[in-house]
């Protein structure tokens, strides 16, 4: 019972909200406030609208009143609540049709504290999807202009030298590039930026989302396939470079032994000679 001096508070006021899966509901509109202020983008002002509580309907009499015609006969709607000692008397009008009868549309249904902490984990799941397709949309940018903006060399600026392992491998490893030369530096910086990609594109959780999960899946398979090219690349660039290596150094020997060999017949024949003389002399 209210007491004098004791107001009670109002109820907040209720909002219609539809959900991201399209189911309604009617909740507070802090809470609608709270959801769009920590998820933006999700829950937008065109899915919130006032919630109108239905009015009562006018109270509808279950018999017509009398005409002045029913005056003059029998019949007249009465009350018997009123005077027991008063017979019921029915009259000869027909009830009303239920379509005469107003029955109020029916309302989105109001939802417990429980199944708003469900909506808001759908709320939030929706954010989260959203926010990883935003990072995989900027990690395609940032991947499409790597590859505009990067072109093979036709050589590179390699350093050989008379070691067993650089010998037998069968491919360049960082070390064996000069880095202050500007096409190896392109080379490498290409290399790590896919390298990059492809690790930030593999951390994105896609948290059961098909979307988000088919994007990333095809993403990393293209920065890999490029990756792979890359190296297919550097491999021929380097056994070609590593042959025409090894022939310069093998022809560079042979001709160092030719000038040993024409050195030795040079100093023999003057040992001859010098023999000779000192026999004639």
């Known amino acids: 019972m209210r007491q004098l001096g004791q107001s009670v508070p109002e109820e907040e006021m209720k909002v219609e909200v539809t959900l991201p899966d399209g189911r309604q509901c009617v909740v507070p509109i802090s809470w609608a406030k709270k959801m769009q202020t920590k998820y933006p983008g999700i829950l937008t002002n065109s899915m919130i609208r006032a919630h109108r509580t239905p009015s009562p309907a006018p109270a509808q009499l279950d018999q017509p009143l009398a005409s002045e015609s029913d005056h003059d006969s029998d019949f007249y709607v009465l009350d018997p609540t009123q005077d027991p000692s008063i017979p019921v008397l029915a009259t000869s009008s027909p009830p009303p049709s239920a379509?005469?009868?107003r029955t109020p549309s029916p309302q989105p249904p109001k939802h417990s504290p429980e199944e708003q902490d469900a909506a808001a984990r759908?709320?939030?799941q929706q954010f989260r999807a959203?926010?990883?397709l935003k990072h995989l949309a900027e990690l395609e940018l940032t991947f499409d202009k790597l590859k505009s903006e990067f072109t093979y060399p036709?050589?590179?600026?390699?350093k050989f030298v008379a070691?067993?392992?650089q010998s037998d491998s069968p491919?360049?490893?960082?070390?064996?590039l000069a880095f202050n030369h500007p096409v190896n530096r392109s080379v490498q910086a290409f290399e790590e930026g896919l390298t990059?990609?492809?690790i930030k594109a593999d951390a994105i959780l896609s948290r059961g989302n098909p979307k988000v999960k088919s994007w990333r899946k095809r993403l990393i398979k293209a920065v890999e396939a490029q990756l792979d090219q890359l190296d297919r690349f550097k491999t021929e660039a380097w056994s070609a470079q590593h042959l025409a290596h090894l022939e310069s150094a093998t022809k560079n020997q042979t001709d160092d032994g030719c000038e040993d060999v024409e050195m030795t017949d040079e100093?023999?024949?003057?040992d001859v000679e010098s023999v000779s003389s000192d026999r004639l002399s």
């Open 99 to 101: 379509a005469r009868r």
């Open 122 to 124: 759908l709320i939030q």
């Open 130 to 132: 959203h926010q990883s």
């Open 154 to 158: 036709a050589l590179f600026d390699l």
């Open 163 to 165: 070691s067993p392992e």
């Open 171 to 176: 491919t360049p490893s960082s070390t064996k």
């Open 196 to 198: 990059q990609l492809q």
């Open 267 to 270: 100093i023999m024949n003057t």
